[in-house]
């Protein structure tokens, strides 16, 4: 087997998957992370006797892998545990440097929804914007809340997000400009796999049959926009401007030491939302602004789990299309420095919070970079990384 | 040139695209509505010397013909034109009866945005649901509200659709059931052709140059679960499960004779709102239950235009595809008969209608069969058809 340094949070037990490409060579690929190195599969499938797999690996998205369905999944990871575990001189010649590699957007999203799921999020923003008044809407608990994004501005970690402008609320009635409160939403999104036909439901306990995998997921949100804009059919050009994803979809299978019970619920739920098993998820995300970490949001906090919002997403009959992807919504827990939005750290802008370079930040100003980062348990008391989604704000045009 | 029934909707001045298949030849491929019949324009366009077109219409979506962009679409349908005003002879091997072909969904849809653009659909729903309050929001008149909707659930015209079960209030806390409220929108999409680059904003004037028609659309809504999920976040699961479209889409240029002024605006807009010329569009749609008309919703009343919408949509730089496609919201105007939903025209469920077998509905039942039609002046003249958008309602699963 080759050789890893022993913290690396890419072992044997996480290959997560991207797609890629390199100068001399624009083809884009599926490839899987080992190490600090990018193992390009469709060379190994080839000579690998796996000649059934290229197919799905030799293309410019997940899509055709997420279709495949979770026999193929799990056959396709089977490969790569014996090829990362077989001889180093046979794996050698395809291990790519990260930095000589470009990754793309792994999947061609179908529709894209977003949630709205941590409790502590929820309560926060209604204790926010609506002080003194019942926090949780009276549906909250009773069904993960959630609305459709746009899937064509999604882009891959490291693209700039240029300052969207739009209307807001002004003294003398609305404003128009660049946004003055520009948010991140640290997230977590599930990439769906196998489709369903149009009246067919998933049940909690189908989950794995139909999710792929996660990655990590930055929901930009230009608040004063969102916030004028959102009576009464929710957030529109507040969201819409653009959504970043890490470039690595983390498989359902190397987050099994990860799963835990979710938090208990009250009231007790509807049938079709009951959980079957255990759906919670202990990653530990980590959002960093300009290099300064300013918060550490547990997502094993979450009141809804991923097999609950896709119960939920489908239960009205509504069909999955491989390539969809459902986001959890802000993570936040129950402290103060695990808020996973800028809007929850500065408490609406009131308070605001000093970087490691000394300045304060309410908002994000042009310039500032943010990445989330996470980690999980792997297999066998392993660390796995997650990936990273980054992205820098540029100036208005 | 061929003889037409002087009384046809589908004359030389419209021309409507579809995709359609033969049971012969199951390849998806453009057509041209031509009085009662389909002409299957590609072998034309091949025999005609138009080989530039060809492959933009041997392909299973409109979408590359959307693409390429305004000077294409006008020198395609100068090519319909001459073609359609020629010899007969040279036409007739190529029209299909329209009971031979199968029609498909035109449009690979990209993103899905719904509008709530008609201030009469606005304010009847803020009287029915908030009764004593003011019904519009404070937002509405200075901004076109709209939200994301589900793009893998929209279905051509004569897809049967199934009853959504899902979530509703009920006396003792929430219940589960097929919707008890279910119900139509009368819509009219508008399809994008060109696209932008994120961060690229659509002027109002620069509306032609990337919309290429419109189509007719049943937005089906499950009031009962819309009205209990949709806070904070807007319309969900109550819209997720079926949007139907007609499969005719009738390009800009069929509808220069029906451009009209918007209703006046007050208060004034924000300046990227401002038209620059007349937007409006006199449709006249119609709404049959059981083939019985139960509402005539004029287009020509919207207060927000489909220009103002695309500009408000891009206007904090979201990206445009090809196939992106953007809906007016419920078309009603200020008669009784002249409301788009049954949830007007019931007023909440208190006044059922009689249809013609003096059967009353307040909501849909199991076996409803609702068509949406429409025409418009056309060139010359003539008065064009619009297509039709038909779905029968199956029980639930």
Known sequence: MIELPGSTLFGAANLPYCVFSV??????????????????????????????????????????????????????????????????????????????????????????????????????????????????????????IGYHGRTGTIVVSGTDIVRPKGQRRGEGGPEFGPSTRLDIEAEVGFVVGTSTRVGESVAVGEFAEHVFGMFLLNDWSARDIQSWESTPLGPFLGKSFATSVSPWVVPLDALEAARVAPPPRDPPLLPYLCDVDERGLDLELEVALNGHVVSRPPFATMYWTAAQQLAHLTVNGASLRPGDVFASGTVSGPEKDQRGSLLELSWGGSEPITLADESTRTFLEDGDEVAITGTAPGTAGTRIGLGEVRGRILPSR
């Open 23 to 144: 100068p001399r060579d624009p083809r884009r690929r599926v490839g899987v992370a080992i190490g600090d190195h990018v193992l390009d599969v469709v060379p190994l499938a080839e000579s690998g006797g796996a000649t059934e797999l290229v197919s799905l690996l030799a293309t410019p998205t997940l899509n055709p892998l997420l279709a495949a369905g979770r026999r193929t999944w799990t056959e396709l990871r089977e490969r790569l545990v014996e090829w990362v575990h077989g001889p180093a001189d046979a794996l050698r010649p395809h291990l790519l440097a990260a930095d000589d590699v470009r990754l793309h957007l792994p999947v061609e999203v179908g529709d894209y929804v977003d949630f709205y799921s941590s409790e502590h999020h929820a309560r926060n923003v209604g204790r926010i914007f609506r002080p003194g008044s019942e926090p949780l809407s009276p549906n909250w608990k009773h069904l993960p």
